[in-house]
C-alpha cells in the first residue's frame, strides 16, 4: 500500500509506513473513503472493513469488489483486465500541443494524490471475445491498431487523456490532468465522434475480414483519486466510489453505436445536445436505479447555460452597458459602421447583455427600402483554437444552413444559392462559391488547397469581404463574435480584416472575450482602437455591486426575502459575479437547502421560500 504522505509502497498489512513512519489510513474497499484505523465498519458505507488494506490503493487500479455485474454479452471484471500486452505509445496518436502540455505536466507532477472531479469515458468492442475466436491472433491484432486509432483520436482531439488501454477498451479522463470548464461536453462530444468513426471502419472491415465489428461508449461524471502521468503519457489514477464504474456501466449497457451517460453529465450537457430519455437501470451496490440518457447529437441551436429552471430575473446593474449598445445600433441605422469590444470575466453577464442587445435589434422595424435587421452570431470553442478559421466555419455553417448529416453534394447546393444572390458578375459568385466549398472541406476537386495557404488566404479573405458587405447592403447588420478569447490566429486575422467594412457598410462588430493576458484577442481590441478610432467603443463589464447583487437574488426568489445570514453569504461567496449568483441559488435549490411553497387561495397566492 502507498503511504499518502511519501508515497512509498509498503508491505500488504502495514500500519506505518517503513520509510517515513505516518500512520497509513484504512481504506475502505467498497467506497473507497478513508477510515479511522481502528473502525471495524465504513463510517460512510457501513461495509465491514475486516481484512481490509491500509494506505491508499495502487495508482492504477480498481478495488476488486467494487466492480459491478455486466451484461453477457459483454466483458466482465472490465476494469480488473490485465493491459500489460495491449501498451501503445500513445505519442502517435497525439496533437503536438497536448503532447507538450502533458510533458509540462509530467515534469511538475503536482496532481499526484490530488482529489478531482472528473468526466469518465469508457469505451469498448462489443463482443470482442467471440469476434476475435473467428480470426487468426495477427488478423485481429491489425483490426485492435486501426480501432484504437479511432477510439484514441478524439480523446485527444479534446484533450483527454487515456487512463487505461486493455486489449479492446480504454478508459479516458477529461479534467486530468488538464482541466477546462466544459470537459462533460468534451467527453460528449469525443464519443460520438468515436461512434461515427467506428460506424465509417465497420463496412471496411466487413469486407476484408467478414466481421461486424462495434462499439459501445458510456460516461460518468465523478470522484478520482489521480496519480502520476506515466512514460507513456498515460494518466494514472486511484478510482474513488464507484465513479469509474458506473462509466463502466453505462457503457455495458448501452445499445451498440450509441453513446450513453449518467444523469449527473446530462444535467451539465442539457443544453447542449438532443437525448433521449432511457430510464432508470439497475447498477450493483445503489439502492435505486440510475437515470440514463443515449445522447442523439449537438444541438443545432444550443441553449444558454445560464439561467434556474423555472425562475427567471430582468438583467440587473447593466442600465449604461445597454444605453451605449443602443447608441451604437443607432449609429448604424444611420449609417455609421461600429466596432464594439466588450470584455469581463466569465459569468460576468456578457451573454446576457448579447441576448438584449439580440431583442433590441431584432425588434427593429423594416422599412419601404429595408428589409429587417440582420444578426449574425458565431463564437470560437475552447477545444478549436487550433482549428483555422473555425468560428468563421460555424458562421458560414449557419448562415447556409449546413447540417453535419447533408451530403458534400447538399452542402455545396446551400453554398451555391446563398452566393447567387449576390449582386456580382457570374465568374466572381463562382469563385467565391468555389472557395466557400474548400473552406467548409467538401470541394469537389481533386487538387483541394489548403486552409493555410498564403493563396487560399487571400481568397477566402476577399470572398468574406464581398459576403459581409453584401448582407450589410440589404440590410442594417449586427455580427457578434463571441468568446474571442479562444480564438485561432487565423480567425483574428480575418475579422481584422473585415473591420474595414464600418467606414461605408451599415454593420456593427459586436466582439466579446475575456480578458485573459496570453490570449490573441488583444490584437483586435488594439487594431480596431487604432485603426478605427472614430468608430471604436470599448466596454469593460464589471462586478455588480453588493446592492445589485442583492437585487438580482431578491428578483430570482420572485421578491422573497432571504434571511439576512444567508443572503450575505450568498453575496460574499459570488463577489458580484450574476452567474455565480444563480449557481449558488440554483445549488441551495437542487440541495433542497430552498424549498418553493406557494401559499394562500386563488387571487391571494403568494411564494415563500423555506430555508432548511
Known amino acids: 500500500m502507498i503511504c499518502p504522505v511519501c508515497q512509498t509502497e509498503n508491505p500488504k498489512g502495514a500500519r506505518f509506513c517503513m520509510n517515513c513512519g505516518s500512520s497509513l489510513p484504512l481504506i475502505c474497499g467498497n467506497c473507497g473513503n478513508e477510515n479511522p484505523n481502528e473502525a471495524r465498519f465504513c463510517i460512510y458505507c457501513g461495509k465491514p472493513l475486516v481484512g481490509q488494506s491500509v494506505g491508499l490503493p495502487q495508482t492504477g487500479s480498481i478495488q476488486k469488489n467494487a466492480e459491478i455485474t455486466a451484461d453477457d454479452d459483454a466483458n466482465v471484471e472490465v476494469l480488473d483486465r490485465n493491459d500489460h500486452s495491449s501498451v501503445r505509445d500513445l505519442t502517435s496518436y497525439m496533437p503536438g500541443e497536448l503532447t507538450n502540455k502533458l510533458q509540462r505536466a509530467r515534469e511538475t507532477q503536482t496532481m499526484k494524490g490530488d482529489r478531482r472531479v472528473?468526466?469518465?469515458?469508457?469505451?469498448?468492442?462489443?463482443?470482442?471475445?467471440?469476434?476475435?475466436?473467428?480470426?487468426?491472433?495477427?488478423?485481429?491484432?491489425?483490426?485492435?491498431?486501426?480501432?484504437?486509432?479511432?477510439?484514441?483520436?478524439?480523446?485527444?482531439?479534446?484533450?483527454?487523456?487515456?487512463?487505461?488501454?486493455?486489449?479492446?477498451?480504454?478508459l479516458a479522463f477529461f479534467g486530468a490532468p488538464i482541466a477546462h470548464e466544459d470537459d462533460p461536453q468534451r467527453a460528449v462530444l469525443a464519443g460520438l465522434e468515436i461512434v461515427t468513426n467506428l460506424h465509417q471502419l465497420g463496412p471496411e472491415i466487413q469486407k476484408q475480414y467478414g466481421i461486424d465489428i462495434n462499439i459501445r461508449v458510456g460516461i460518468n461524471t465523478g470522484l478520482v483519486v489521480v496519480g502520476d502521468i506515466g512514460s507513456d503519457l498515460r494518466m494514472e489514477y486511484t478510482a474513488m466510489g464507484d465513479a469509474v464504474n458506473l462509466a463502466a456501466r453505462m457503457e455495458q449497457t448501452a445499445k451498440p453505436g450509441t453513446v450513453q451517460i449518467s444523469e449527473e453529465v446530462y444535467r451539465l450537457v442539457a443544453p447542449l445536445f438532443d437525448f433521449e430519455d432511457l430510464g432508470g437501470i439497475e447498477v450493483r451496490g445503489k439502492a435505486q436505479p440510475v437515470h440514463v440518457y443515449r445522447v442523439i447529437q449537438p444541438k443545432s441551436i444550443q441553449a444558454r447555460w445560464r439561467g434556474i429552471e423555472g425562475l427567471k430575473a430582468p438583467m440587473v446593474g447593466r442600465e449604461e452597458e445597454i444605453q451605449n449598445l443602443m447608441m451604437a445600433m443607432v449609429e448604424v441605422r444611420l449609417g455609421k459602421g461600429q466596432i464594439i469590444c466588450m470584455s469581463g470575466e466569465a459569468g460576468i453577464g456578457k451573454s446576457r447583455l448579447i441576448d438584449e442587445a439580440r431583442k433590441e435589434w431584432l425588434s427593429g422595424a423594416p422599412t419601404l427600402k429595408r428589409r429587417s435587421p440582420t444578426w449574425m452570431q458565431t463564437r470560437s470553442l475552447s477545444f478549436s483554437t487550433?482549428?483555422?478559421?473555425?468560428?468563421?466555419?460555424?458562421?458560414?455553417?449557419?448562415?447556409?444552413?449546413?447540417?453535419?448529416?447533408?451530403?458534400?453534394e447538399k452542402i455545396r447546393e446551400k453554398i451555391r444559392h446563398e452566393c447567387s444572390a449576390i449582386n456580382i458578375p457570374d465568374g466572381n459568385c463562382q469563385r467565391i462559391s468555389k472557395t466557400i466549398e474548400v473552406f467548409l472541406g467538401v470541394d469537389s476537386s481533386e487538387n483541394a488547397q489548403s486552409l493555410e495557404g498564403e493563396s487560399f488566404k487571400r481568397e477566402l479573405f476577399d470572398a468574406m469581404l464581398i459576403l459581409c458587405r453584401h448582407w450589410a447592403s440589404q440590410s442594417p447588420l449586427v455580427m457578434v463574435f463571441d468568446d474571442l478569447h479562444w480564438a485561432d490566429p487565423a480567425s483574428v486575422g480575418l475579422l481584422i480584416h473585415l473591420f474595414q467594412l464600418v467606414e461605408d457598410s451599415q454593420i456593427l462588430f459586436l466582439c466579446a472575450f475575456r480578458p485573459e493576458r496570453d490570449s490573441l484577442v488583444w490584437q483586435i481590441s488594439t487594431t480596431a482602437e487604432r485603426d478605427y478610432p472614430h468608430r471604436y467603443q470599448k466596454m469593460v463589464i464589471r462586478a455588480l455591486s453588493d446592492g445589485d447583487s442583492e437585487t438580482l437574488?431578491?428578483?430570482?426568489?420572485?421578491?422573497?426575502?432571504?434571511?439576512?445570514?444567508?443572503?450575505?453569504?450568498?453575496?460574499?461567496?459570488?463577489?458580484?459575479?450574476?452567474?455565480?449568483?444563480?449557481?449558488?441559488?440554483?445549488?441551495?435549490?437542487?440541495?433542497?437547502?430552498?424549498?418553493?411553497?406557494?401559499?394562500?387561495?386563488?387571487?391571494?397566492?403568494?411564494?415563500?421560500?423555506?430555508?432548511?
Open 118 to 170: 472528473v468526466t469518465i469515458l469508457f469505451c469498448d468492442v462489443k463482443s470482442s471475445t467471440l469476434l476475435a475466436g473467428q480470426l487468426d491472433p495477427e488478423e485481429w491484432a491489425e483490426i485492435m491498431n486501426r480501432v484504437f486509432e479511432r477510439l484514441i483520436a478524439p480523446v485527444y482531439k479534446y484533450e483527454g487523456t487515456v487512463a487505461r488501454l486493455m486489449g479492446d477498451a480504454i
Open 553 to 612: 437574488v431578491k428578483r430570482l426568489l420572485e421578491n422573497y426575502e432571504l434571511p439576512n445570514k444567508l443572503r450575505k453569504r450568498i453575496l460574499e461567496k459570488t463577489e458580484g459575479n450574476p452567474f455565480f449568483v444563480e449557481e449558488v441559488i440554483r445549488s441551495l435549490i437542487q440541495s433542497e437547502l430552498l424549498e418553493r411553497q406557494i401559499i394562500g387561495g386563488d387571487g391571494n397566492q403568494q411564494v415563500v421560500w423555506n430555508v432548511k
Open 386 to 408: 487550433n482549428r483555422p478559421y473555425g468560428m468563421f466555419q460555424l458562421l458560414i455553417r449557419e448562415i447556409c444552413g449546413v447540417s453535419d448529416t447533408e451530403t458534400a
